[in-house]
């Protein structure tokens, strides 16, 4: 069968990249003449392993070490000016302080593993500060805490764990190489995430060089910015170079199964099963699904939908098969299938490496399988019916290289609050989809973006809605992206929403705070970028105002409304497609009930806050407050009821 475990990306392979002559830019040179001026360091002295410029015979090898998409591998990817790998924190704050001074943009690259690319690629001209020669780790069993830097890679850090001690761990994700700095201030979910959380939920402080080029701590910087680096993308704050974290505990024994069904064993109703009840397994229980195709056992060459069941319990085996019997006995799970070792191990065999090995070989920090890829997430909220599966394996078969991992939430996940960190996918998510295509040569690269664009449109009506969510760290443009650096609130919404809801609002908002300039951004006009920059606040009243203007409002005046009481006061005559009552202040939310047409609300303005901020404005409930949480109680045909709710 085709599919892998848990990991993927298939694909060994090296390309050649042109060399740029971009370093002869006056904005690089200059930048040269400070960060050297500052750190004594020398372009000529290559045993700097510092400074990498166009002309160093290492750049290509360098700017490639660590990229994993081959997508952003290509000779006409543009290529960084210089590439600056820090020694220590003076010289990531030379760099933001000369970066700014000659108006350069600076890309921040961890472990490289950004499914877009964003770490080391940007269409103005700039220079990667690569942190894969900061990656000490201080583990502290004692006091259960680790400080480990941003350019360690996950592997790194389990394997410094394991050093120490086999009844601590930590709750991050399963690729070994992926890196320190990108994974926990996307979020980091992984085999431990129902009984601790994510990685994120377990970092405890952090040390940032910000915008001004200043260390700061978590209290240094202030609640607000370390909550935003826990999940809200670090790229938009500064470069975060270490974190503590929170090691938990782990049972010296943990069990582990494998169970394959193909649709001809019935994977369909195994599958049925599962979203029942893997979010309310126990905690120590994380069952995960990929689904994948495979040869059909038949021989007659065609296809068939490929179900694995892969499980994680963090106990012994006569534990895990009474509670599988309790629960998913469906599955059949029996004690030949159970496999019992240590907690390291387990991270081995998920990652795909021989548990009877040593676990060293979790230093290796190079993905020697490289791929062309491309992911996108959703969230699950109520089960797939059978017919709504049946539909997704057609579309799947029809793509040898696609596949999907479905990860269970609940347990702890569904515990921490929404608003705990800037990851809000919490509570009532059933489990999170991941759709991954991998192919092998550039050519093809159109054919499998459509299929999993389609794929992606197929599941529409399954997943959640407004937003419809996504993960981080699944990073994904074809959500939206920034297209200037005057991007308004609700024009950066579009995408902003899907990954983080209504935290949306703080980010930008500590955005606004820490980088008033918009350093960490720094996007031209011609500039086409990037995922998840999170913008400013400033233009948020103009466009609310504008959206009520295209969907028929009259606003300028609001005395207008102000001056009717009762019912349907925003009645427009010429045009129904908008008709309100009064909104009625309630306790926790603002109830605004009446017709909105939905659809032609999305197609003329898809910012649903800047929509509510100017109705809300209208009425003259808000003045300088805060933009509404907004929350669709009703979005159909009939009369829709919005909720509006304030602050967090
Ligand atoms: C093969 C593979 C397996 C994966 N498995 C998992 C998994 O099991 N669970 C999971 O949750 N995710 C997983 N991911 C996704 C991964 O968590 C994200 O891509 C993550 O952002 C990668 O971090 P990085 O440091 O390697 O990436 P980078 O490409 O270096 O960085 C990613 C983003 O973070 C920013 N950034 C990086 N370092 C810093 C820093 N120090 N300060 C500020 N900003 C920074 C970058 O600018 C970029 O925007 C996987 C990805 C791949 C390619």
Redesign the pocket.
Known sequence: MKISV????TLAFLLCVSIPSATSDLASINFLKCFQSKTNLSVSNSSSNVIFTATTSSYTSILQS????LRFVTKSTPKPQLIIRPLGKSHIQAAVTCSKENNINI?????????E????VSHIPFIIV??SNLRSIKIDIENQIAWVD??A??GELYHAIAEKSKIYGFP????P???????L??????TMCRKYG??ADNVIDAR?VDANGRVLNRKSMGEDPFWA?RGG?????????SWKIKLVPVPSTVTMFLIQKSLEQGATKFVQKWQLVANKLSKDLFIRVIIGVADSASGNSNKTIVVTFAAVFLGRREQLLTMMENSFHELGVEQKDCIEMSWIQSVLYVAGFSTEGSYNVLLNRT?T?KSY?KAKSDYVKEPISEKGLEGLWKILIEEESGYMIWTPYGGRMGEISEFQIPFPHRSGNLYEIQYIVTWEAKKETEEHLNWIRRLYGYMTPFVSKNPRSA?????DLDLGINRNENESYGQASVWGLKYFNSNFKRLAQVKTQVDPSNFFCHMSKLTIQM??EVVHLHTEQKEGKMCMRKLGFVTGNPKFYKSLSGLAICHLQENKAAEVTQPTIKATHIAIEGWISYRRMLEDCSNLEAVLWGLLWGFEMIKDQEMPVVQIINDGTSPLVLRVRFGF
Request: hydrophobic content about 35%; charged content about 5%.
């Open positions: 848990f990991g993927f990306l660590s990229a994993q998409n890309r921040i690259r961890s472990g490289g593993h950004d499914y690319g964003l770490s080391y690569d942190l941003s350019g890679t996950l991050a994700g399963t690729c190489t992926v890196g320190v700095g990108g994974h201030s996307g979020g980091g979910m992984g994510l990685a940032i680096i993308g670090g790229a938009s704050f500064g470069i975060i170079f993905n399988n890829f993960y981080l760290n699944y990073r995922g998840t």
